[in-house]
């Protein structure tokens, strides 16, 4: 096994690792690997500490000791079986937001592209607002199914539509405008329509909340989600050779049709597993695989590098709700990313045309 | 010419986009470890007939054989070992640098454990220095010429490692010195033993470089053969439509097409 | 990305032109018909010649009251607003290169909105009198805070750059709006009406102090297509034709602002017109920016004013809001659309 800052007889022009043994062969950039391993132990580290504040502040060595297995029987049951799912939580569908959104960016080949192009969020929202207004249910269960079943049948909608001998990127995106747009109207009418309490509810929902999030809603959440990791591992060479575009994967020994529908299919997964559970948190999976780019410096859109980042993203984002809720009022954390994803877009962007500031063009 | 059996063989295929037919019923061999060039007049099918024999298309009628069997009876990386492609357009990720993309032309080789086995890191090595890119090799393609741009991806086409290159028009918007720099190129691989198969649009380079020309019209195969046999005054008439002698090259020999003077000949 | 080999544009086909002029006049024709529709057509139906002596002869009479205080105005408010976000669409669109792209996405969208909020949630405005120039401001100050993000400092900037730009202002701002709407039942009763898209909100006074705008950003926009085909073709051809691209990006912004900022600031913003006529223009006319513009200035009225018509007539004597029907009309017509095997991309 030998970890070496170049690799033997090739310069890559930055540095990596490569790991050779008999059943394993791989080369990794080192600064992918490091931002991944960076932002990941942050995104940890961010959710423990929010373990901290609630309707019961604890210190930040109670929470750890009750973590390793120690505290009082109170503090146990606080942190253990309330908060701990909720801090997982913001990691976990932090770092499945992220992915489906480097999924989806790299399929597209837009820095736009995002699981809503194919209608998910969209439908997904639908669905919701129909079960709660029109059937005035908003139990967790059915809110998560009818979210679930929404967006899978819309993205399902949303292909169909697309196909015409296979399936192409600006088509693709032009019918999810179509129906996404019309599902808005939807909802807008539905929630002008309603009563204003229920309308409110829905909005509650729709801005995204990870605070509900209990064992139970977590377990299955996190089972389907390590299959989606372990499956979008699987795809990743087939998605690199995506990337050079159809002709030229298909002369490596890809067919495009297929893994281009499989990683749909997984990209839709991530969305509709977190929206489920918590309600849509936006701009996640539009941001994270950007900003991780742009840091890591990676060619293209690097899986590992926007999952760490969305992970990070959704777990201080949680923190910053929570302390908010201290000393103002609880604020869904679903309007934090937004707020804070967009404000570090907005600070990267300047930086990034202020550097390029003089170079030809 | 060698007696092996043609590799590639083309058998009554019909070629096309959705509704529109390219080509009908073309058959054609292409000799092993030849260097074929096919030209034409734009829109006749060169390009087209490229992406049949690499599989990117699927005839709709008849079939492609490649090493005797039937092209879509392979596994995809097991054709990908055989045969590569040079696509006329490519995409190249944001940001990547020169390796990189040649190493992505390792992939039919690598599978989810195996990623950079030595063998790998050799080929790709050998890609760099064939292609004299060696040097490069850490910068960004972004920031290449085009030029060397086009020898990135003749590199990574080389990385694959086949028997078999096709080139789709790979000296098209390149300076003339780079043009023919990259045929030498082509020659060198395919004195190594490469079986080439190019679509060339510059008649005199094809008939330099190449030892068997497929000549194609509206769909259709002209006619085949060596340069000094296919390309005469008569032919660059009746398919490319311009009035001309052949000449031969004053440094190599091989046939070179030098036009008419509308303005004599009206005389 | 990065391509190797760019594709040259080719000169139209002498049948085109022929086809892009009777399809010029079959809609001009068509917006008469919708405008008239619009007049005639609602909770209280009136035949042509009432219309008519409503128009010519103004009286305290039912039909005559109906035409002029609710129909005339709307009227008018359509087919302004519509041919803005027409053209603002369009505009956009060429201007990013993208097909994601609507006017918004500059943060017109986002920024009246914002102000909006602010005003109904903080200052307690209310009415769209109250609050028209809130969110045409808002607008504005929206999209030159995204064009300063994009150009910080360099002068020259990049539709990707713009694009992201606008939307990460959009997102932020967006939040901040949905977290006032969220802990005031007021603000949240005037948001979730303002934001749909609604013609019926603006009088007549209104209209007419914002219009002024909208007719410059439409004059602007026609003089732009020209250095913005020159710009298709791609930046340094079109620099060699004497086009000033850097120049042409700013304008076209200002024109985007003047026409989006000001048709949200009067309806709310009427989703999808923006993004689906110039698409659908473009799959008739061909990719010249002088017939796109034009042809989407009066397609996009038609597509409002008949949405119009239809929310009236089939929620009497409710209405549905254009902003929702011009979705639901629009949609199916834009994905049957790009079905055709014609259909290209930008």
Known sequence: MSALPRTGGVDFG??????????????????????????????????????????????????????????????????????????????????????????????????????????????????????????????????????????????????????????????????????????????SYLITRADITDAMSVGFWSAGSIARVTWASLTPSLVLGTVIVLAAIALSPALKRLELGDDAAVTQGTRPGPVRLALLVLGVATTALVTAAAGPIGFIALVAPQLARRITRSAGVSVLAASAMGAALLAAAHLLSLLIAQVYRSIPVGLITVCLGGLYLIWLLIRETRRQAGAPR | MTAHPPRLVVEDATIGYDQRTIAERLSLEIPDGSFTAIIGPNGCGKSTLLRALARVLTPSTGRVLLDGKAITQYGSKEVARRMGLLPQTSLAPDGIRVADLVARGRSPYQSLFQQWRSSDEQAVAEALEATRLTELSGRLVDELSGGQRQRVWVAMLFAQQTGIMLLDEPTTFLDIAHQYELLELFRTFHDEGKTIVAVLHDLDQAARYADHLVVMREGSVVTSGPPAEVVTAELVQEVFGLPCIVAPDPVTGTPTVVPLDPRSVAR | MTQTAPAASAPPRPGLHRRRAIGLVLLAVALVVACLASLAFGANPLSLEQVWRGLTEPDRSEASLIVWTLRIPRTIVGLLVGAAFGVAGALIQALTRNPLADPGILGVNAGAGFAVTVGVGVFGLSGITGYIWFAFAGAALATVLVYLIGAAGRGQVSPVTLVLAGVALGAVLGGFSTFLTLIDEETFRSLRSWGIGSIALTDLDDTASVAPFLVVGLLLALALAGPLNAIALGEDLAASLGTEVGRTRVLGIVAVTLLAGGGTAMTGGIGFVGLMVPHVVRWFTGPDQRWILATSAVAAPVLVLLADVLGRVIARPGEIEVGIVTAIIGAPVLIALVRRSRAAGL
Do not use: C
Request: positive net charge.
């Open chain 1, 14 to 187: 930055y540095r990596s690792g490569t790991l050779r043994s008999r059943l394993l062969s791989v080369r990794v950039p080192l600064r992918v690997l490091g931002v991944s391993a960076l932002l990941l132990g942050l995104a940890i580290a961010v959710a423990v500490v929010a373990i901290r504040y609630g309707d019961y502040p604890l210190t930040v060595s109670q929470v750890l000791q009750t973590l390793l297995g120690g505290g009082e029987p109170f503090h146990r049951i606080i942190v253990l079986d309330w908060r701990l799912p909720v801090a997982i939580a913001a990691v976990a569908f932090g770092a499945l937001l992220g992915l489906g959104g480097a999924i989806f960016q790299s399929i597209t080949r837009n820095p736009l592209g995002s699981p809503d192009v194919i209608g998910f969020d969209a439908g997904a929202y639908t669905a919701v607002v129909v079960v709660m207004l029109v059937f005035g249910s908003s139990g967790t269960w059915s809110i998560a199914a009818a979210a679930i079943v929404g967006g899978l049948a819309t993205a399902f909608a949303v292909y169909l539509l697309a196909w015409r001998r296979g399936v192409q990127g600006f088509r693709l995106i032009i019918v999810g405008i179509g129906v996404v747009a019309m599902l808005g109207s939807l909802n």
